[in-house]
């Protein structure tokens, strides 16, 4: 197999000395521990990390390992989870850990199998946690390769351009490649005048933003939100107590709450709906 271009060699070089001054000091950098890993990575699915800074310390206060998280009640699971949003995350989480304490940790390359653990959060904790010398393309890697290269990059083909990309320790270019694209290679204001590989960089102007969330979209959202905070706070209740409580049309708490039961993120017995056990 041929090894890595001169261009690539080079931008790395550059990416490597200036990561090297500017790295962002986050809690879980460096950090090597499976389970801490995995918490840190399911909050950074759908959170920036500035927001996840604190709800990571709080939440590894009150769950330091796999077996405190596997014997929490679902409520009081939520409850550290407030602030990040996106409750199942939460709850898959648990049910990872359940899995991991039953049987233990899969083996690096099948931690897809977890719960709410997709691609790129698998190969993140295969690289940070068990040390494999692989990339974890993240959103901020997907925009960044996506701009050096000059072409839009997603799933398996941006996996496979990471991979052809990655040079030196997997762990520093993961985490330099996102630091790039969270401080200099921003997503509608790139900063190319004080980047480090612009020399090496294909097409600034490839971007395609996130699409827009729909007012049905967040609908459902809010209302799921306020089925399973109103269960987390009050036990179990019905969709009209719910829709009570919480100002939502009858019709929207029940179909979150039927949508909710049937991805098993709510139980729901005979109209009474609670957090599973
Ligand atoms: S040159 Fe601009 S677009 Fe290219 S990686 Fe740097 S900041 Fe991003």
Known sequence: ???????????????????AAHRRDLPWRGET????VLVAEVMLQQTQAPRVVEPYRRFLDRYPTAADLAAAPAADVLAAWQGLGYNRRA????????????GGWPAPGDLASLPGVGPYTAAAVACFAFGRQVAAPDTNAR?????????????????????????????????????????VCRPRDPSCGRCPVAAWCADPSVYEPPRPQGHFEGSTR????????????????????????????????????????????????????????
């Open 91 to 102: 709850l898959r989480l648990r049910e990872a850990a359940r899995r991991i304490e039953a």
């Open 1 to 19: 197999m041929p090894g890595p271009s001169v261009l690539t060699r080079r931008r790395n070089a550059a990416l490597a000395a200036w990561y």
């Open 143 to 183: 925009r960044v390769l996506s701009r050096w290269l000059g072409r839009p990059l997603d799933g398996a083909a941006l996996r496979d351009a990471a991979a052809g990309e990655l040079a030196g320790d997997a762990a520093d270019w993961n985490q330099a490649v996102m630091d790039l694209g969270a401080l």
């Open 222 to 277: 809010e209302a799921r939100g306020a089925v399973v905070r109103h269960l987390a706070g009050h036990g179990p209740a019905t969709a009209e107590e719910i829709a009570r409580a919480s100002g939502l049309p009858v019709e929207r708490a029940a179909a979150a709450a039927t949508a909710l039961a049937a991805e098993g993120m709510i139980d729901a017995d005979g109209g009474l709906l609670r957090l599973p056990r």
């Open 33 to 36: 521990d499976p389970y801490r």
